[in-house]
Nanobody
């Protein structure tokens, strides 16, 4: 099994930055792509971006140019660098993986980001 734990959330002023971490444990060899999702209060969950095993990233239009994903070579952690934050970025942010071979969907418990004055 694989477990994911997000960290790094908090309260930040508009225009500020945060870096989120997603720490993986268990059978990390089964991890292929890593996704970041977010869910604002009272709204549906949305995909923020995806980073492949080779480090190629895609992003939602709403965060393009402001957010950057990265991962370590051992696939033990993934990161989401968030710059130029806006109030509409306020959400609980989750990392997600779909495991190779088993096809299990694994979610972290989320970390809260609040962008407010």
């Amino acid at each position: 099994q694989v477990q994911l734990v997000e960290s790094g959330g908090g309260l930040v002023q508009p225009g500020g930055s945060l870096k989120l971490s997603c720490e993986a444990s268990g059978n990390v060899a089964l991890i292929k792509n890593i996704d970041w999702y977010r869910q604002p209060q009272g709204k549906e969950r949305e995909l923020v971006g995806t980073i492949t095993a080779r480090g190629r990233s895609t992003y939602a239009d709403s965060v393009m140019g402001r957010f950057t994903m990265s991962r370590d070579n051992a696939r033990t952690a993934a990161y989401l660098q968030m710059n130029s934050l806006r109030p509409e970025d306020t959400a609980v942010y989750y990392c997600h993986v779909k495991l190779f071979l088993t096809s299990d969907d694994i979610w972290g418990r989320g970390t809260q980001v609040i962008v407010s004055s």
